[in-house]
């Protein structure tokens, strides 16, 4: 959070699985690739990506190996346990402390082993401020009710929800994901960065807290589960600020941007004709990058038109010295490297091959120089590659960016460091 000297444009606090990720009808994640472009495209530069879990964080991690997840600012765990923020995931002390707060783990688990009704869960999803259990839907009430009687007898405070139809969780009562994020809202308000806008996403009971928060919009995606959609029958259903979308998942969170005009709604992968956006976005360097690797997955993928007129553009925009450095270091013309893409045109076909762009972040060094930051990825059915990579560009009013060079070097994240058929 600290990357952002004024108040956030927008702050996007999401659920992941079934909410940004979406678990069925979409094998080659094209619905969280549509908002990955967008947000890398329009709002990293200053706006704020929270997700909010009811994962665990090795679970998360897990996820992170499994899916195009993007890298969020802030990363909310266990069911609104922990916070943690940044790259390294560093921890937020003090919400530590807020959840040690009249709980004791050992009386929680003494307790809960007394209702037969209650399985608990895998031990990944066991938290120091979070029991989950299995339990029948039918019994949720009962239960629910006498624990919280013996706990409170016990001398402590806590939280129960109930999400999934299945799943049941027990924290402190200061936990929560709508706990978590009027956590970071007044944390962001003491330093002067309260966002301008703030929509929450999410599909399950684990997510109800996050459209009680007040002055926040709040989208529930279409594929959205049954204890959440009785809630807001019964709380939400004429509150103006929240929306059930039509569209699944991350599609669903696109949609509520443009319902309710928060910002740019159109993703890059949208777009079908390149030429014609490479006109419309001469100020933003950032959209050059996101953009040029779109077009190369779909170069690779075989499914550009007008793909030989961009080429030709985007050699016309490259300088004639330009220089690209491969990640083993090795380095050729940029050029040159232009042209080598022609007989690399549909190799990937039908090979589940996908190109994402992570942490894109534009800086102006001196007057016309712009350095471009990101993280490029590659995926190749279950095998995925990341580069670091910089770009720097000159750029000259109404005449558009000029590729001086671009540089990657591996990234510590990538599974497998293989140089063969990486192309740019």
């Known amino acids: 959070m600290e990357r952002l000297t004024s108040p956030p444009r927008l702050m996007i606090v999401s659920d992941l699985d079934d909410t940004m990720v979406a ?4 094998n080659e994640n094209h619905s969280l690739l549509r908002f990955n472009s967008l947000w890398e495209d329009a709002y990293r ?20 190996k499994e899916r195009p997840l993007l890298t969020p600012d802030v990363i909310v765990t266990s069911v609104g346990t922990e916070i943690s923020y940044g790259n390294s995931m560093v921890p937020d002390e003090k919400w530590v402390e807020i959840m040690n707060n009249k709980w004791n783990r050992g009386i929680v688990e003494e307790e809960t082993s007394k209702f037969p009704e209650l399985t608990l869960q895998a031990e990944t999803e066991q938290m120091p401020h979070k029991l989950s259990f299995h339990v029948d839907k039918s019994k949720v009430q009962e239960v629910t009710k006498e624990l919280y009687k013996r706990l409170e007898k016990r001398g402590l405070e806590i939280k129960i929800i109930f999400s999934g139809g299945i799943a049941l969780d027990v924290l402190p009562k200061g936990g929560g994901k709508g706990q978590a994020l009027a956590y970071l809202l007044k944390k962001l308000e003491t330093k002067g960065k309260l966002p301008l806008n703030t929509l929450v996403c999410g599909d399950s009971g684990n997510d109800t807290e996050l459209f009680t928060i ?19 029958a019964e709380n939400g259903k004429d509150n103006s600020n929240i929306i059930h979308a039509s569209e699944r998942c991350a599609s669903g969170i696109i949609e509520a941007i ?3 005009k928060l910002g740019p709604k159109f993703s890059p992968r949208d ?8 006109a419309d976005n001469v100020n933003r360097p950032g959209h050059e990058v996101v953009e040029f690797f779109l077009f190369y997955e779909r170069w690779r993928r075989g499914e550009v038109e007008n793909c030989e007129a961009y080429t030709a553009s985007l050699k016309a925009s490259s300088h004639p010295a330009g220089v690209f450095v491969h990640p083993s270091g090795a380095e050729k013309s940029l050029r040159d490297t232009i042209d080598e893409l022609g007989k690399y045109y549909g190799d990937k076909k039908d090979k589940k091959f ?4 992570d942490q894109v972040m534009a800086t102006e060094t001196t007057p016309g120089t712009w350095i471009v930051k990101l993280d490029k990825w590659e995926q190749t059915g279950s095998e995925r590659k990341c580069c670091t990579t910089t770009v720097k560009f000159t750029s000259k009013e109404n005449e558009g960016f000029v590729w001086e060079n ?6 510590e994240e990538s599974d497998v460091k293989d140089e063969s058929n990486w192309i740019i």
Do not use: I
């Open 45 to 64: 530069h200053d706006s704020l990506l929270v997700f909010s879990t009811g994962r665990a964080k090795t679970m998360y991690k897990k996820l992170r």
């Open 406 to 411: 671009v540089q990657q070097t591996w990234s």
């Open 23 to 26: 678990h069925h009808n979409d």
């Open 214 to 232: 007040p002055n926040v919009y709040g989208v529930m995606v279409s594929n959205a589960q049954e204890e959440l959609l009785e809630w807001y």
């Open 271 to 278: 777009v079908s004709d390149f030429l014609e956006c490479k």
């Open 354 to 357: 996908r190109v994402w762009t």
């Open 258 to 260: 443009g319902h309710f």
